[in-house]
């Protein structure tokens, strides 16, 4: 079945620091791609999306590449912020058009030190 | 804009009580809709999901039920709760495959 594999966490990083945090997954088909955040005691926010290979989903300083190639959606920021301390989600689609339910990661707990 | 409610936010309940969790969607119509539980530290297990009125979905073999009385209405519910339902629930609607989620209920039960 489908799957996805983030890298542990906890990331520790000083503001301002550039971020990656890694994710591949394992599917059939061309599913899309997803990171949430989830901010303490909240429920999960879509951050960005791509919903095929080559595309780039970026917001609020955040990007991540659909690799096809490497099967790969690594979360990327150039100059992270103590408010972007959060555990970070990456997902993928589910095939079955009528289902539609997202696989998820393990999250990856990011917290930024000023 | 579409807006997702859940309530109660939080609940401690006892072993062997009964348990109903809500959540409604505004702003769309004919919704998927989903239930999440998230264990401390951990991602999120599909527990239930609809893809209409009375159309319910399980995951996995568990304690719990679901419902959807209402196109725009989950319902999450026990019996008798177990020690091992606390988590945190989250409710999430999809109308073209990305999913939006609710604000959550943590449960402890004791």
């Known amino acids: 079945g489908d799957s996805v594999t983030q890298m542990e966490g906890p990331v520790t990083l000083s503001e301002e620091a550039f971020l990656t945090i890694n994710c591949t997954y394992t599917a059939t088909g061309y599913p899309s791609l997803f990171w949430y955040v989830q901010y303490p005691g909240e429920g999960l926010q879509l951050l960005l999306k791509a919903t095929k290979a080559d595309d780039k989903g970026s917001n609020k300083g955040f990007e991540a590449t659909y690799r096809k190639e490497t099967t790969s959606f690594h979360l990327e920021k150039g100059s992270v912020q103590v408010s972007d301390s959060a555990v970070y989600f990456c997902?993928?689609?589910?095939?079955?058009?009528?289902?539609?339910?997202?696989?998820f990661g393990s999250g990856t707990r990011l917290q930024v030190q000023p | 804009s579409q807006t997702i409610h859940q309530w109660p936010a939080t609940l401690v309940q006892p072993v062997g009580s009964p348990l109903s969790l809500e959540c409604t969607v505004e702003g769309t119509s004919n919704p998927n809709l989903y239930w999440y539980r998230q264990a401390a530290g951990r991602g999120l297990q599909l527990l239930f999901y609809?893809?209409?009125?009375?159309?319910i979905s399980s995951e996995v073999p568990q304690n719990l039920s679901a419902s959807r009385p209402q196109d725009r209405q989950f319902i999450l519910s026990s019996k008798k709760l177990l020690l091992s339902d606390s988590g945190f629930y989250l409710c999430?609607?999809?109308?073209?495959?990305?999913?939006?989620f609710g604000p959550g209920t943590r449960l402890t039960v004791l």
């Open positions: 609809s893809v209409g009125i009375g159309q």
């Open positions: 997902a993928l689609s589910d095939q079955d058009t009528g289902r539609r339910a997202l696989t």
């Open positions: 999430a609607w999809s109308v073209v495959g990305t999913q939006y």
